[in-house]
């Protein structure tokens, strides 16, 4: 949430039922849920495939980078 406001927000969009919503934890696990995660092996990095724009947004409000998970 405070990632959220400092963006000057305080709802998501889609994060209820395709609804904006004020972020839960409940929601959030629920948006991240479907996430895969495809481990890195030897050189190869671990990969998100095809996230949802969802699971983006969440993933930037965490400050984590789909493409940089090492």
């Given at each position: 949430r405070h990632a959220?406001?400092?963006r000057g927000q305080a709802k998501m969009d889609?994060?209820?039922a395709g609804r904006?919503?004020?972020p839960t934890g409940k929601l959030i696990l629920d948006a991240l849920?479907?996430?895969r995660?495809?481990?890195g092996t030897g050189q190869s990095p671990p990969i998100i495939p095809h996230?949802?724009?969802l699971q983006l947004d969440l993933?930037?409000?965490l400050d984590i980078?789909?493409?940089d998970l090492r």
């Open positions: 959220l406001a400092a889609g994060l209820y904006p919503a004020v849920a479907g996430i995660l495809i481990p996230p949802t724009d993933l930037d409000l980078d789909p493409r």
